[in-house]
């Protein structure tokens, strides 16, 4: 069936694209809500990736299925938005952009690291965990940290180096931490 569509698709058959946004509009969205914080920002993602496929429909390939096309197509959209909107996060930019592009990963792939990450997380000190979350998710500083945990900005450090080594001991990479922080932007709670 996924074939047809994309010969249906690639002969411009509106109905047909109709078609292929009623079945996959909603498993797009819910892909892409997991890396954008806002609800509308999901929506507008969403959106880019159903005009790019209808704009390079006469580029599809037959054997290649839909729901890979899409995927593909979504990494590559979130990505684009990421750079327009300069919210990267920092030294692992190039990292994640290639990881985004990338086709190679499947959902299944990020979604185990990012279980593997929460569940290291949630056996570190909850005090700790605060003090990582603050500094990597919510981008504070050491001393903002500081003040706000009645410590000393070198016992910040201190608890984030532990942390940073530990998830390091557990095969953890930093740019890991980045898809954990993307996924979790919108569920801040989940964090703490």
């Keep these: 069936m996924s074939s047809n569509l994309v010969i249906r698709l690639r002969e411009g058959d509106d109905s047909c694209f109709k078609e292929i946004y009623d079945l996959y509009h909603y498993k797009v969205f819910c892909f892409i809500k997991k890396y954008t914080s806002q609800l509308a920002d999901s929506e507008d993602v969403t959106q880019n990736v159903f005009i790019h496929l209808w704009k390079y429909r006469t580029k599809l390939d037959p054997n290649v299925s839909l729901e890979s096309i899409l995927f593909k197509s979504s990494k590559q959209e979130i990505s684009k938005w ?27 792939d990020i979604s185990s690291k990012l279980e593997k990450i929460e569940y290291l997380l949630n056996k570190i000190p909850p005090k700790r965990r605060k003090i990582f979350n603050l500094h990597k998710f919510e981008d504070l500083s050491y001393k903002e940290i500081a003040v706000e945990m009645d ?23 930093n740019h890991e931490l980045y898809w954990f922080a993307l996924f979790f932007i919108s569920q801040p709670s989940l964090m703490l």
Excluded at 151 to 171: E, H, R
């Design 82 to 108: 990421y750079k327009k909107q300069n919210r990267i996060f920092s030294v692992e930019n190039d990292q994640l952009i290639k990881e985004l592009d990338s086709a190679s990963e499947t959902e299944d």
């Design 151 to 173: 410590m000393s900005p070198s016992a910040v450090a201190n608890q984030i180096s532990k942390t940073l080594q530990f998830l390091k001991k557990n095969s953890v990479h």
